[in-house]
Every structure is written in C-alpha cells, then in structure tokens.
C-alpha cells in the first residue's frame, strides 16, 4: 500500500472518530481493506427478578421461551437450535437440554420466580417441566394453554344424492 493510501486512511480514522465522538482508533490494514476498530457503548442488563416461561411442545420440537412479565423476551432455546434433528427434537431428553440452555442466557437477568405457560402436546412438555424445576426457579404459576377449539370446524353440509 503507497503512502499516500496510508495518510488517507488515517485522515478518514479521525475524521469519523471525530464526528460519531468517539476517541480516534487505530486502523488495520489488511490486503487492500482498511477496517477501523470502533467500541460499541456498553450494553446495560436490566434485572428481571419475575418473569415467565412459555414452553411450546409439537409433535416435531419443543420451544422454550424465557420472558419479563410484560412479555418481552429474555432468552430462547430449541431442540434444532441444539443440533438436534428429525424424531429426536421432540424427545423429553431434548427437552430438558433446551430448558437449560435457555436458562443460562435469562441467568443473567437474574430471574428468580416464573410463571409456567405449556401450550402443546408434544412429548417434550413434560420433560422441559422436570428440567425447569432442577434449575432452582421458583414457579409461582403452572398453567396449560394449548388451544383447544369450543364447537370445532363447521361441518360440511349434507351430500345429496
């Protein structure tokens, strides 16, 4: 790279440095690319000490949900999401792994009491229940919402022959 690339790439540096008002870094040449290192601002965690969990179990996988109790969400975790695939997704073993693996991202809010919201009748829900009661959360609410229809599907009407 020529000199005067040089001098541009470094004039170009302090220049956005200087408007975004961050502090000038330095530039990193690589072949023919010049990059500048920004720093982000750092991200502030809010502590969440209740909040909910919505377990969706399918016949093909099993979905868990870590939210506040306002529904926004805090972690989420799935059976292909862990590499698993085919029959395998919705397996109780499958489940449990998913509950934990979405437990140690919501960790971090410091979560300490959950209500419980299973919608499914998949194989998974049972198993991702006995996971979450091996986290240590304490479950203040177990509730079952899988949508089951009042009069069903209006019928076909009647063949005449």
Do not use: W
Not at 73 to 82: E, I, P
Not at 100 to 126: N, Q, T, W
Request: net charge positive; with cysteine; proline share 4%.
């Amino acid at each position: 790279m020529s000199e005067q690339n040089e001098e541009k790439i470094d004039a170009f540096a302090e220049l956005s440095a200087e408007q975004s008002g961050e502090q000038a870094h330095p530039v990193v040449a690589g072949e023919g690319k010049a990059i500048v290192k920004k720093r982000g601002k750092k991200k502030v965690l809010r502590h969440v000490s209740n909040g909910c969990v919505h377990i969706q179990a399918t016949y093909n996988n099993t979905i868990i949900t870590f939210t506040d109790a306002h529904g926004n969400v805090l972690a989420q975790s799935s059976a292909g999401r862990l590499g698993f695939k085919g029959p395998k997704k919705s397996t109780p073993y499958a489940a449990s792994l998913i509950v934990r693996d979405a437990f140690e991202k919501a960790k971090r809010y410091g979560l300490e009491e959950v209500a419980v919201y299973v919608r499914g009748i998949g194989s998974g829900r049972e198993g991702a229940l006995r996971a979450l009661h091996t986290t240590g959360l304490a479950v203040s609410a177990l509730k079952d919402v899988t949508p089951i229809p009042h009069n069903g599907c209006r019928p076909k009407k009647v063949r005449r022959v």
